[in-house]
Structure formats: C-alpha cells, structure tokens
C-alpha cells in the first residue's frame, strides 16, 4: 500500500501527520505510565479468550500462554526502558498489540477479538488509579506520623491560638500539629473511597455495547485482583472520567490541607513571628539580596493546590455535558490525573520533611501571649463563679485593659475535653493512621498476588515463582 | 447608651452600617435554614452544661429544661414564619441567644458559657448537611428507580450504541438508561461517604482552642447523634470548609451525571434522530416560532451541573491557603453549599418525571441501524470462524459496502456478557439503590430518636411524646 | 381555554408548574434589574417597526408613541415598586408584553413582531453590562484616589518591603499602596475594553436567523446608543454568553487585586506586624472573646475574589460545548454577572472605606528594620566601588552578621529609579485615574442623552424635556 | 568548598537535592523557551549600567559590548539545541549569568547588579507574551480568512438554524460560518487588549521595591521596544501573575469559540444530520469497528478548551489572597500559559484546516428543511396583512399542522436585515480581520526593529547588519 505524503498508516487507518501531532499530543508518553497496567489486562483477557466455550476455540491454553509469556517480556523491557510507542502505534494498546504481532505472528492478531481500546484503557486506568490511591495513601501516613511525632513532642509547648489572624485563646503546638494530622486522615478516607468504587471491573465492555462473545467477566474482574465487575457495560466506559474527577477530588482534598500548613509556616517562619525555623536547606536565597532565606517549597505547595483544584475544575469540564459514550475528550484527563498523583505525593513527602526538621522557637511563641488573650478565661471563670456569662463578657470587655496576663502553660492545662489542648488524644489519631496503612499494605498485596498468579511469575519482581 | 448614627450595637460590639450589610450579605436569610440545627446544638450544650461537675453549677437541670422548652417554642415559631434574625443579630446564633434572654432573662444570658460561634455553625452546618445528604440520597434513590423501571420496559428495544456520536455498534435502550442508573448509584456512595465524615460532632471545640471547662464532648455528640465528636478541637472548627468541598464535589457528580443524561435527551429528541419524544408539559414554546417545542429543563439541568462544579472551586478556592483557626471567609461557602443541594434535589427530581413520562420511538430508533453498525458483529464473526481478528478487522473494512445488514434484535441478543445488553442484570441495581434507601430511612431515623429524646418531644412532629 | 390542574397557561404556551419552577428559579426577580433596558430596547424597536417601508404600515408612528409612552409609565411604576413579573409570564420580556397589551390593546400585541426573546435578552443585558461596567468603573475610580490619596500622605514613611513574605529591602508605605492603585488601573482599561465589546446591538437578529423583515439595524443601534451592530445575527444572540465571561472576567481582577491588599491588610494588622490599625467601627467582635476586632470585612473581600473567580468559570463552563443557536443554558449566566457586579462594586466601596479611615503606625513600621535588609544595599555598594556585583554578593552573604543597620529614610531615598520608592511619579496614575472618571461620565452621558431622545422625555429623571 | 551529600551548591546558596526537584520542577525545561528574552533584557540592562552616571563607571560600553556579543552568541548555541540549564542553575537567568561568567569571567559577575530575579522573570514573561500574543493573533486571522472563505462559498446554501438543537428558522451555512469568523474576531480583539497591558517595561524594579542606583528605567524600556515603563516598581514584580491572568483569559475564549465549532461539526456530521463530511485525512478509526470514522480532532479541541479555561481558574486561584511583593507561587502560572498557547495555536491551525477542507452537504441539508421550520415566516406575513403579532403567532400554532413548506431559498432571500442570513457583509469581517493582521505584523515588525538595534545584529536573523 502506498501512502500519500504526510500521512501515516497506522493498524487501524490512515491519517494525516499534523492530526497525529494534534490527537497524541504528549498522550504517549503518558501511556509508558500505563504499560505495565495494559499488559497485565491483555493476560487476563486472553485467558479469557481460552475459555470460551466456542468450537473451534479462538485461542488455545498454549496461545495464552505463548502470549502471557512475551507479556511478561513486554514489562520487562518496558523496565530497561526499551519499550516504544511510536506515532503510528498512537497509544500504549495498539504498541503492545503490534509488538505481540511481531514476536507471535498470527496469535498476536488474535488478541484484540472481544476488546475495544475503550475497555483497555477504562481497565488502565483503574488499575493505575487503585495503585496510586494506595500510595499516596502510604506517603500520606508517613506524613501523619511525622506530623503526631512533632505534635506529641510539642504537646505542651504554649501557642497563641488565632481566629481572624488575631490572638484569640491559649493553645498548644501539639493541637495545632495534631489538627492537620485529622484533616489527613479524613482525606486518607477520601482515598479510600475512590478506590472502592475503582475496585471494579470494566473488561469486557468492549466499545461500551458489549461483544457478541460470551466473555466471562466476573472471570477476568478475579483474574485482575477487582472486587466485581463494574455491571453495565456501557457505564464502565462511560465511568471512566467520573472516577478520575474523583481521584482528583480526592488528592486536591490533600493538597488543600497541605497549602494550609503551607501558610501557617510560611507566616510562622516570618521574623516577626518566629515561631518556626524552616531547615536551612529546604530554604533557597535570593540573586540579589544575600540574607534571604525563602519558604519556596512551600509557596511551591500552596501553589500547586490550587493548580491541582483547578484540574479536578479541568477534568469535570471535560466530562460535563457529553453524551453517552466515548469521546475522545476523556483523553485530556490522563496528564490531570498523572500530575496530579506525582504533585500530590511528593508534596505529602516534602511536608513530612519539613515538620520533621524544622525548629520550635519557644521563646517566640511565648512572647506572643499578652494578656487579651486571656480575656475569654477570665470571663469564663467569672461565669463559674455565678454570672450569667453573657454579663460576664460584658465585664470583660469593657475594661479589657483590666485582664490580667495568665501562666500559658496553666491556662492551656484547664482545657481538659476531648482533643483540647490540655488533652489532645493523638493516639485516637495514631491508631487511625495505623489501621490506614494496614488497609494500603493489604490492597498492595491482594494485587500483586493477583497478578504472580495471572502471569506465571512472581509480580512485580517478575521471578520465576517456580 | 447612644449609638453613633450609621452605626449599630450588637451582641458583641458596634459595627458600621455599611459593615453589617456588606459582612451579613444574604447570610442572615441563609441561617434561616439551620434555625433548627442551631436550637437542637444550644438544647444538647445546656444539657452538657447542667451536667459540669462544677460547684456551684453553671446551670441546673430546671434550668437546662426552661432552656429546652424555649427552644421548642423557637423552632415552632419558626416552622411558622414568625422567628426573625434582625441585623443588629447578626446570625442565627446571637438571634436564638437574644430570643432566650428576652423570654428566660439570666438563664438566656448563660447559655453561651463554653461555646463559640464558630462551634456553633460547624455543628449547625453538620447536622444541615447530614439531613441534606440523606434528603438527596433518597431523592436520588427515586430517579434510578424511574431510569431501571424504563430501563425494564425497553430493555429489549434495539438502539445504535454510539461512540465519538457515530454509529458503533447494535444496543438496547435499556442499555442505555440502565447507565445512568448505575452512574447515580456510585454518585450515591459519594454521598453515603461524605455523611460519614460529617457524622462526627464538632461541640466543645469552641473558638477551635477548647474551652477552659470540663465540657463531656463524647455527651454532646451522643445526645445529637453522631457517632463519635471530631478528635482535635482546632480541625473540628477549621474542618468545616473542607466538609463542604466535599459535600459540593458529591453533589457536583451527581449533576454531572445529570448533565450527561440531559445532553443525551435533548441531541435525542431533535427530530434528525426524534430516539425520544419529551412530555408535552415539561417543554417550553418560543415566543416568535409557534412551532418550538424545546427542552429547556434540560438545558437548564445541564447549565446547572456546570456551575456547581464550579461552586466545588468557589469552595475550595476559599479554603485555599488560609492559616489555622477560624476566618470569615468561611462564610461565603455557605449559599454555595445551600444552593448546591437546592439545584441537585431538584434536578433529581425533574430528571426522574422527565424520564418516567418520555416516550420511546421505536421506529426512529430502527430506522437507525444501517448495515455498518454491524461491521464489527461481522469482524467477530469471521474470528469465531478461525480468522485472526485483526485480519478480520482488515477484511471487513476494505469491503465496508459489503457489510451486510441484520436484525438488530438478533444482534443484541448475542450480546450475553454480563451487563450487556442482552444480560442487563437489572435487579443488580435495584438491589444497590434498596440499600441505599434503606440507609437513608435508617440516618433519618437514627436522628430524629437523638433529638426526640434531647427535646423531650416527638421529632421532627413536636408533639409531646407522652 | 381550561387548563389541566400543575399546569400553566402562559403567552407562549402551557407548561405544567413543577417545570416553570424549574425552569424560572430565581430569573424573574432577577429580571427586574433589567426591566428599564427591556422597555428602552421595546420603545426602539417600536420606532424601527413604524420606519419599516412597508404598505400597510405593521405600526403607524401614533401607535410607536403610545407604546412609548406606555413604555415609560412602566418604568415609573417598577421605580415604584409596582411592576410585577408573574410565574405566567416567565420573564421580563413577556411581562412588559402583557402590560402594553393589557393597557394598549391590540397594538400591544403588535410589538414582538420581528423580534425574539433572544434578541430581547440579549440586548437588555448589553445595555446592563454597558451602565454597570461604567458604574464599577466610577467606584474604582474612587478607590484608586483614595489609595492614591493615602499613597500620598505616606509616601515617605518608610516599610520593609517583602518577598516571599521575609524581609527583603527597604520600601515605603506609598510604594505598597501605590501599587494597589496602578493594578486597579489596570483592571479599570479591562472593564473599558469589554465595555468597548458589548457596545454594538444585537436587535434585529431575532432568534438568531434574522426576521423576515427589512428592519434597519443601524437605526436601533444608534437609538440606543451604540456605536454599531453586532454585524452576524447567529453571532449576535451567541455571543451573548462569552460577553458575560469576559465582563466577570474583568470584575474577577479586580477582586483579585482587592484580594491581595485584603490578603496584606489581614496581616499587617495582626499585633505581631500592627503597621495598621483598621477603623474599630469596620472590626467585628467574637461571641465568645471579649478582646476581639476582627477584619471581616476583609476576610469576606478576600473569599468572595475566589468565588467571583469561580463565577468566570461557572460562566465559561456553561458556554462550552454548546452547539449554535441559543440555548436556555445561558439563563444561568444571568445571576453570576449580577452577583458580580454587586460584589465588585460593594468591595471597592469597602475597600475605599478601610483605606482612607486606617491609622498608619510608624513606630512599628520602623520596628521591622533589622540589619539584614540593608544587605543587598551593602552589596550594590561594593559594586559602586568596583567590585564585580556577584563577588560583592557573595562577600556580603559571607558576612551576614557583619551588615549595618542604616537609616531606612536614607536608604529610601536612594531609590531614585523612575517609579521607585524614592521617586513614586504618583501623578502618573492620577492622571490615569482622571481619564477612566472622564471615560466613565462621557459613555453615561451618552446613553443618557440617546435614551432621553427615544423615550421624548429627560432619562434617567424621566422629566419631560418641555 | 565541599558540599554535603545530597545538597547542591548553586550561585545563590546549597539546597537539598529533592527540595531542588520539588522547586524546580519541569520549570528548566520551560524556561528555554525564555532564552532569547532573557538575552535580549540582559543586553539592555548592560547598557543601562553601562550609562548610570556613575565614577568609576560600574560598567563600560566596552564591557558591555562584549557582554552583547556574547548574548548573541548564546542564542545562537540556544538555536542550535546546545544551550543548557543544569540543575545548579535553578533557571535561565542563573544559567545566562554563569555562561557569561565562563566566558567573560569578571565582566559577567557584573552584569546582575541592579537586577532581581524577580524581575529578570517579569519581563521575560512580558516579552514572551507580547511574542506569543501577536502569533495566536495572526493563526486567529488564518481561521478567520478561512471560516470567510468557506462561509462566502456557501452564502446562499439554506440550512436549518437551530434553537435549543430544535429547528427554529430558515438560514445559510454561511451565516453559521460567519458567525464564527466574528466570534474569533471579537477574540482577536482581547488578545490585542492584552498585548497593550504587557507592552510596559517592569525593568529596573528590582525585588519590587527599586534598586539604590539611578536606573534610567525608560532607557530600558525604549531599547526594548515597550511603549514606556510600569510606573509603580511593586506592581511591576506583583502584575506578573495577573498579566496571565488575563493572557490565559484571552486564549480560553478563542477556545471557547472553538469548542463551540467543534460541538457542531461533531452532530452536524452525525449520519443522522450529515451536513457535514470530515475530511478522512483527518479522522481516525476504531481498533475494533472497521466502519467508524471518529471525529477526535475536534473532541479533543473540545476537550482542551474545557481544560485551558480551568487554567485561568488555576492561575487566578494562585494568585488569589497572597500578600505584596514576590511568591514563589508565580512560578507555577508559567507552565499554565505556555501550554496554553501551544493549544490555542495549533487548535487554531486544525480548526482553520478541517474548514478549509470538510465537504458541505446540500442535499443533507435540504432534507431537514420541514414545513414547521417556517412557521414564524407564516406569522410574519400574516402581520404584515394587518394581524397583529401575537394574533398572528396564535393562529399559526393553533394549526401548526397547516403550516406551508417553503423554499428556503426563497425564505432566506427576505432575511435582509444588516447581518442576516441574505445579507451577511462579509466584507465588514474581512476588513476587521485585514486589521488585525497589521496591527500583529507591525508589532512584530517594531520588536524586531528595537532588537536588531540593541544587539548589532539583525533580529530574529542574527546577521551582522553591515
């Protein structure tokens, strides 16, 4: 066959170059992130193929294993980073397609039978999100742990607690470490959700209609680790950019805890608070001024929260509005969710290092106590002693130069419920990271077992299990 | 005391007019909403009051059940039109405080021993957004009802499953609404997920630093009903703006579905494809072109789901950045979240009567099928036959004209993989929206015991319970 | 007619009540901001109906002027209070209909012919985006002369000027205010632009497809006051939406700007910097917190910039996708310009406010300069004497503990550079400044003097002009 | 000096190695494409310190013509792909002032003083910008000249125009084109608005607060060809994001507009309407459906429009609440705006191309042309008889059945109102976009003139000019 100029064949049609350029965008280079995810799926439906009940069988035991053998070496050479898609192959399915076809000839032409790229990749993609959610969910306990470890450290040391930015009641370090120590855990339980409803399975959707084959698929949602099969076919394609809308609600969700402890670092670290010293060499200078010692990885952090919360905009955007089935739109979600994932786990890393090293000024904080601050506790007792408390603040108030200044550290020791200053429960919180990382560790291995099993070899070593 | 004109005396300070009306906004008719929210939190703080192991006490159990009482008569008065939040109140906080110091002189004057604001309207906010998830859970559990019972109905009715809004392949109109059924029901589980989390009672938290009193948190969370009280008092105040993005973000998906379902209607009713015929009274007219009859409901469903995604980013655009502990920013998440509920309960509802009263055009929908759409059932066909399906792929595409057409009844029915649309497992998703109903009756229930008991009368009716 | 019960006879057919619930929501109360525009377009289109040369006449020049006049008794009485848009009428347009049909009878029913509700929407809300963008405007110019004002009074006093929030180099109190002012200016030729945009007149494009009339276009356009018409009729009624993105668009930077010295403010007020106080009567107290003064009314600019931001993307959002031809999407594009224009407008007010009634103090200003800010002077100094800027740099960065403290006055004032410090050039911006106030009262008195010749009578008094 | 492992020295200070990769990020990378600017300000700010009225001079014209001719030297090594920016460097600015450090040894560590990276970065930004503006102008005058060519081909070709996707009135595809051509001109007309607000020179601010030597900051401006300086220095390190801001708001409409062309020609292609036929070249296949024909080109133009409207969201959100001066969070808005004029210009390319090439329907079109269509028509004429409107309007849709069908040909011949579809003036769009050509060529033409000057050579050629 002869190609005019400027276009390029491809296995499923021909096509002008600039519209390639246009259509794959960096959209192959992404896909390297989903090789290893495509193959597994490849196993898994052809053993499915091999246990069709149909005369003569479309692919024998032996063809299913021929192909999961070169699969594997497919992952391998990926790992050596070997592996190519070229703009003809336009995506990852269509590369690992051609390259069975050249290693097995005709067995590799037989293995698209009963799929579409729109359940491949639906299949990806929710393999790649459960193995994400999982880790961040693990970089995420390592932070809540770096977080209690400074918080039980810190549990007594005085802190002005602040509404408004204004001094507003004695408080603790250990609260205010420990507070964003909670907002992680509930986002970890957000992660975890998105992972329930991504543990089921798309294969077998083909287009979205279905095949004409009786494809078993509860069979291949066992073969891959998955709960279930997602059950209407055409959901489990069009589902697809819901669930990464999710994901990226999700981490957003953690990056917007992040850009919190972000600001209060970055204004805590300022001379005229003091309270924290950032480690020097997280801090860069300045080209001009040679004294400065600047906060960028935080400012970096804040920065991408909101950048991040705009991809979840980005990605719903895309979504909102289509009609049933696929388009071509849902494409634009995979770089959202990749960066995404990448700026949401090494952001949890940088601020695990940064709680974990930075300086408590004791001195700063408790220079910052003046006597309003104590004008609620003086009202409050007043209030013990039988004023209404309403009269009480009142009192207060109109000769607030009259409140006496308070030992912070006897002030903070009367707030005695649950999770108050005086009585912070970190191992409430302790025990919630725990059983979160337990729960990430089992998901990992519930997969890996899953896939070793599929693939004949130890997974993800990829040694013989023999 | 005189007050300077253009200014105004509250509660707690003197505040410029203009201050007032540019701070409160629309908030004080907003906190109309949560005048029950607030009565039940003050009945369960002046339990927990009355309960201090203090001498002598802040408040006795007479007293604790004057207060009760009051409130009871607050939110009667309220379901009545008659209770006001005037601006010198502010909120619905310091207007149910003033209300009880009017009636109950001191003992109103002791109710805000303990309390702050701001633990005010996060509980406030929580028990709004538990009864609201629950409210729209069942709404929703309505509308896939209405889409399986059409989905039922027409499972057998052939339809062209498209992608990219070409013809793809031979599908069922139940098929197609089956989807959205099942995209509801995940959009459900957000929601059961998101009740979850604000099933934690904030009280006690205070100003967010605790309070200097030995207020029983665990108490107060059980007499309201939640099922344990957010651990760190500084994350159940600064948690409340987060609660919300997750309440919008739930709410977003839901309507996102919508939306798909609404794009779908209105391209499937134009007369081109004339799928579905809309119910007569639920089209608007033109008012130039006698013959219009056009789906506004759709559009507008589907206008709807685009801003409140972007309210999930107005939301979390506020949270942004900001430093621990309370500030007034928080505020502006409020009518978002109100409206989010407000716009999904009620496309929920419109989608559901649109749905249930629309009629299928089983010609139309026939005089769809042309022979390509069985290009691919041919391709298959060829592989069972022993051809390598991307040889068969090839075949039939170089003869396309050859493609031959068939019955798209025969078509679909070989379409037996599970969930397709010859296998559409209905009664998978009937059972998930029953349990996601009953889930819903059982929340709602759980909370009106609590606070039955805490009033002493029968909740929500009011009615003496002897 | 009678009509099936939950159904709703309307000019323009019969809708059952649930739909126009729906489908109205809050339009018809926001429709009364634009019932003055409806009218002023309905009297040039009356005018365009009786120049049409046709044989007999659609409408003779006696029956425009009752319609006029007509016109002109229904602004009064909306200006009273009186005029009521029905759940019938659904909007604006048919309301204004109803009533020169109630009062004029049959010539009444004559003045939607060559027209759409389309075109009608359209052209009331270029007309309110034209008076509302020259009124923001105006206040903008107010509060660029108050900073600037400010800018003036303090344009010596010295202020250590930030990056990355630490202590960077000397600056001034007038340079941190000034700057305010230019980004308003700057934000103040956005509003021109898009004011430049909306002034070219739909009427005449009907629904989009032109009418089957000779209508001259030119002629309702210069009736009203603009400089052209839209020239493509499709165009004219789709272009209605992206106007509205670019006009929040405009209004988002503004609040952008507001946000960043609202952002400053917050913090330069916290007791921790104290280089402002803000007006007492502009603080709000706490409920709880006797000592509190709280800057909520920045707090409150600062969230409603992000959720302005959103309302762009709401908008944007809303109009993507769309297919030609108008869509009812679009209504809800409605509310968020409104809402944008009404915070804006209110936050520039407030913002004015703060900035002229705030109390500068010196004192702490002065507090702020420790050595290390001079350290970059140091250095330049080095290189003033020959040494390579980098080595004098480093040397400096060597030696940090070695840098002098100066005079901030002196070092100032050494900032000599064309907008710098020491030479602010505010008059360049008050010049700017001028020139938008002119442009605003120039394009006002336009529309002003174009509105009193259509109606006969002096707009906005609605004097007679005898 | 020895560095501790896992830290880097750089020119400004040591950081640790992944605090480097969290900060610097893919910002290396991005920064080639500021190179040449980078050069270009590099050479004015030398000829800046080469005129300061300084004894001894800081700078000689000597030194600062070696400093030039070796600027140019690393553009040239930059166009050869042999200019690099390692690690150390940070960014281009670092990485430009060590090359010349390597090559000019003291002369280069000269060359930062009185500079910032802050501005540095500033005006690379503003540089790029205006360079990038003025390209996506003269692409947007391509699609314009295109949408005109195809729109003037098919002027008189009756198509159905649409309202709510339901046939409204009788048009032409070549008011449906037009109105697109204007559209896009509007969008030509925002970019211009902010190529305005960039072309003012921020050099000589400095950090943002000035710098101690008397700078001729118009100096620099009129050798870079900016129209005149940002007066206040403050802003014109603080405008950097909000400038963006505003470019990123530019190009989202210009998508807007695309996104808009693209959801029409994705139905109107559908079989069932089939107006439209995609060129093949630039449609691609299915792997599994041999017959399919997908229009991915414009999904993802569709796709790319929704996700660059969330980037004004993401800068805007960055921006939004931070304090005065210079954030490290700016940084983050640069990858936002290069990537979205790559996509504005090549969506533009595509857009301009798929119209030039799609085949145009007319017996497609033709079909949808029912009786009902010219209902309005009818009503129309009966007004013309005499009946008032609405009269006219009731009797028709009372017997919408007796509607006569027309030929739409005739029916658009009446459509001659200016604008309307038998009346398009194309000619009024061609000589906008005539304007709008010129305008963009003598801007680039007035870029280059200034930077041939400054560097000796000819500009973008690097000829010696002699």
Known sequence: MTRKPGRRSTLVGTVAEEVLAYTAGEDRELDLALVEYDCIGTAAHAVALSRLPLTPPVMTPDETHRIIRELVEIIRSHRRGAFRISAADQDVHLAVERRLTRRLGEIGRKVHLGRSRNDQVALDMRLYLKDQLVSVAEQLCSTVRALLRQAARCRSIPMVGRTHMQPA???????????????????????????????????????????????????????????????????????????????????????LTLSGLAADLIIFSAPEFGYVTLPEEMCTGSS?????????VLELMRARAAALQASVQAAAGIVHGLPSGYHRDLQEIKPLVMRGFAVTGGSLKIAAAVVGKMTINREALRRA???????????????????????????????????????????????TGWGAPGNLHLEVLQAEARRLGQWARAERRRFHRA??????????ALESSG
């Open 369 to 415: 106590f003046q006597a309003p601050v104590f004008a609620a506790d003086e009202a409050v007792e007043l209030a013990r002693q039988g004023l209404p408390f309403r009269d009480a603040y009142r009192r207060v108030k109109e000769r607030l130069s009259g409140v006496e200044s308070r030992r912070p550290e006897e002030a903070v020791s009367r707030r």
């Open 169 to 255: 009641m004695p408080s603790t370090v250990g609260l205010w470490l420990a507070a964003f120590a909670e907002a992680l855990l509930d986002d970890g339980s957000d992660l975890q959700h998105v992972h329930t409803l991504a543990d089921r399975c798309p294969l077998g959707a083909g287009a979205g209609y279905g095949v004409p084959l009786p494809l078993d698929r509860w069979l291949e949602a066992r073969l891959l680790g998955f709960r279930q099969p997602v059950t209407n076919v055409l959901y489990a394609a069009a589902g697809r950019g819901r669930l990464e809308v999710r994901a990226l609600g999700a981490l957003a969700q953690v990056m």
């Open 288 to 296: 001009i001024m040679p004294q400065k010692r600047n906060p960028d």
């Open 451 to 460: 896939v070793s099993r599929l693939l004949g070899v130890q997974y993800p």
